[in-house]
């Protein structure tokens, strides 16, 4: 059984926004889940463990990702070599709005006036240790939505904080992962479950704006 709350995703989709930019997570009052996918090596270790360790490189940039069907796109549905290990890493929210707020586009972003020119960009990304980007969302079989769906880099200290301190909490999702699989490609038949998620804002309006949540 997967630890957290589940939705026929036929059902879920109903409430989601269809296009722009937004941040779809399952979070609560005071935390929000991020997923990611490793080699049994590493996925295993976090999941017993409760950090990352072990085969786990800090010398990496590592990507997070709060919407669950991005993670599921992007490893296969757990099948990605290396990526077999599907985890949901339970953050405080405050330490992941904090992510948001050091987050630097990944490439140059024209035309949203934060940026004078590439070389004032590209300080700014060599100051900080959080990259963002906002990338085609992606329905169960791996078609691209309108939506857009966002994931974050972390090396150097957000890293280190991030892998050894601030998870609350790393839930090894890929039994359910397995068990859902099947049913991907006829989620419309509504037998595909799905992690909740809504629209996440930060409680700082300012960071929504910064980020280029719509």
Known sequence: MVSL?????????????QSGKHILA????????????????????????????GDFKY??????????LWMMYRSAWGTLQGQE?????RLRKSFFDALLDQAVASSFPRGDGRFKDQTEWQQAVQQSDVRIQWDPDHDPTGKK???????LGLRGAALENYGKREALE??????????????AASWDQGELQTPVEQVYVPEDPQIGLKVGID
């Open 85 to 89: 290990v599907v985890l949901g890493i």
């Open 170 to 183: 790393i839930i090894d999702l890929s039994e359910f992962v397995a068990e859902q699989r099947p049913f």
């Open 145 to 151: 939505c309108e939506r857009r769906a966002v994931q």
């Open 5 to 17: 709350p589940t939705v026929s995703y036929r059902e879920q989709i109903k409430i989601w926004p």
């Open 26 to 53: 399952h979070y609560d009052a005071e935390t929000i889940v991020v997923y990611q996918a490793y080699s049994p090596a590493i996925g295993k270790f976090a999941a017993r463990r409760g950090y990352f360790g």
């Open 59 to 68: 010398s990496r940039m590592s990507w997070i990702k709060p919407n669950f």
